[in-house]
C-alpha cells in the first residue's frame, strides 16, 4: 500500500469501486494506514528532472480548483532531497492564482507526464511561495537550469505522497505533435489584450497626451471603412452608416484623454 492511496481513496472513491466492481483490486492497497509521508526514490527524482513541465494544481478559498502549466528546460524543477522539489517561479500574467491559493491552502497536486515514453508519475504536496528576497541562498541554487524571465518567487513542494499512474491513454509525443486543429494564421494562442500594449502604457507622452506622429497614427483613417464610406450615396452620407467610420476610429484607441 502506497501513501498517495490512502490519500486518494477517500469514503465515496471506495464507495464507486464498490459499484463498478474493483474494489476487491483496489482495496489490497488500502489495507495498512501510512501516516509518514512517502521519500522520492531515485527513479521518481530521476524522472522529474528529465521533464520540461508539468501540471500544478490547487484549490481556492470558494472550492474550486485551479490547475496551472509551469514549463522551463529540462531539470528546472529540482529535486532538493527526497522529500522536496523547488523551482524558480518567472512572472507571467500576474494574477498570482496558484500564489493565493497555496497561501489559504498549501496542499496540491501535481502532475507529471512524458508524452514520448507514455509514461505519467502523480503526485501529492504541500507548497509555499516566498519572494527571492527571502531565501538567497536557495535562489542562487536553484538559478540553472531554470525557466527563463524575470524571476518573482521560489516554489517549494514537500512531497506528501506520490504514485506511477497506467500509461494507458497518454498521447505519445508524434501524434500531439500533429494537431488537427492547427492555429490559423491570423490568430495566435496567446490573448490579444497579452499582445497589444496600449498607447497609455507607452512610455512616449505623445501618443497620449498631445498632437504628434504617434497620435496621428491612431486616429488614420481605417481603409475598410473608408471603403465602405466611400460606397454610401451622397445623400446618405450624413446618415448612421457615415458615423460608422468616424465612431471605429474613435474606439481603436483605448486609453481616455482624461
Same mark, same amino acid.
Given at each position: 500500500?502506497?501513501?498517495?492511496?490512502?490519500?486518494?481513496?477517500?469514503?465515496?472513491?471506495?464507495?464507486?469501486?464498490?459499484?463498478?466492481?474493483?474494489? +476487491?483490486?483496489? *482495496?489490497?492497497?488500502?489495507?495498512?494506514? $501510512?501516516? %509518514?509521508?512517502?521519500? /522520492?526514490?531515485? #527513479?521518481?527524482?530521476?524522472?522529474?528532472?528529465?521533464?520540461?513541465?508539468?501540471?500544478?494544481?490547487?484549490?481556492?478559498?470558494?472550492?474550486?480548483?485551479?490547475?496551472?502549466?509551469?514549463?522551463?528546460?529540462?531539470?528546472?524543477?529540482?529535486?532538493?532531497?527526497?522529500?522536496?522539489?523547488?523551482?524558480?517561479?518567472?512572472?507571467?500574467?500576474?494574477?498570482?492564482?496558484?500564489?493565493?491559493?497555496?497561501?489559504?491552502?498549501?496542499?496540491?497536486?501535481?502532475?507529471?507526464?512524458?508524452?514520448?515514453?507514455?509514461?505519467?508519475? +502523480?503526485?501529492? *504536496?504541500?507548497?509555499?511561495?516566498?519572494? $527571492?528576497? %527571502?531565501?538567497?541562498? /536557495?535562489?542562487? #541554487?536553484?538559478?540553472?537550469?531554470?525557466?527563463?524571465?524575470?524571476?518573482?518567487?521560489?516554489?517549494?513542494?514537500?512531497?506528501?505522497?506520490?504514485?506511477?499512474?497506467?500509461?494507458?491513454?497518454?498521447?505519445?509525443?508524434?501524434?500531439?505533435?500533429?494537431?488537427?486543429?492547427?492555429?490559423?494564421?491570423?490568430?495566435?494562442?496567446?490573448?490579444?489584450?497579452?499582445?497589444?500594449?496600449?498607447?497609455?502604457?507607452?512610455?512616449?507622452?505623445?501618443?497620449?497626451?498631445?498632437?504628434?506622429?504617434?497620435?496621428?497614427?491612431?486616429?488614420?483613417?481605417?481603409?475598410?471603412?473608408?471603403?465602405?464610406?466611400?460606397?454610401?450615396?451622397?445623400?446618405?452620407?450624413?446618415?448612421?452608416?457615415?458615423?460608422?467610420?468616424?465612431?471605429?476610429?474613435?474606439?481603436?484607441?483605448?486609453?481616455?484623454?482624461?
Amino acid at each position: 500500500m502506497s501513501r498517495f492511496n490512502q490519500l486518494a481513496q477517500t469514503t465515496a472513491v471506495r464507495q464507486v469501486q464498490e459499484e463498478m466492481g474493483s474494489a +476487491k483490486a483496489a *482495496g489490497r492497497r488500502v489495507r495498512e494506514p $501510512v501516516e %509518514e509521508p512517502d521519500p /522520492l526514490d531515485a #527513479r521518481s527524482a530521476d524522472f522529474i528532472r528529465s521533464l520540461d513541465g508539468f501540471l500544478f494544481s490547487s484549490v481556492g478559498e470558494t472550492g474550486w480548483p485551479y490547475i496551472q502549466f509551469k514549463g522551463g528546460p529540462q531539470g528546472f524543477v529540482h529535486v532538493l532531497d527526497p522529500y522536496t522539489l523547488a523551482f524558480l517561479d518567472v512572472r507571467g500574467n500576474r494574477q498570482y492564482v496558484t500564489t493565493g491559493n497555496v497561501r489559504g491552502d498549501d496542499r496540491v497536486a501535481l502532475f507529471f507526464i512524458d508524452h514520448a515514453r507514455q509514461t505519467r508519475l +502523480k503526485l501529492y *504536496g504541500h507548497a509555499s511561495a516566498v519572494l $527571492v528576497d %527571502e531565501n538567497l541562498e /536557495l535562489a542562487e #541554487r536553484l538559478e540553472s537550469p531554470r525557466t527563463e524571465g524575470k524571476v518573482e518567487q521560489i516554489v517549494t513542494i514537500r512531497v506528501e505522497a506520490y504514485a506511477w499512474n497506467c500509461p494507458n491513454h497518454i498521447t505519445p509525443a508524434s501524434a500531439s505533435a500533429r494537431s488537427p486543429r492547427p492555429w490559423p494564421r491570423s490568430m495566435s494562442a496567446s490573448p490579444g489584450w497579452r499582445r497589444r500594449t496600449p498607447p497609455c502604457a507607452r512610455k512616449s507622452p505623445r501618443a497620449r497626451d498631445g498632437p504628434g506622429p504617434a497620435a496621428d497614427r491612431i486616429r488614420q483613417p481605417v481603409p475598410a471603412i473608408e471603403q465602405l464610406r466611400e460606397g454610401i450615396p451622397d445623400q446618405n452620407r450624413s446618415g448612421p452608416l457615415a458615423e460608422f467610420g468616424s465612431r471605429f476610429r474613435a474606439l481603436r484607441n483605448p486609453c481616455p484623454d482624461s
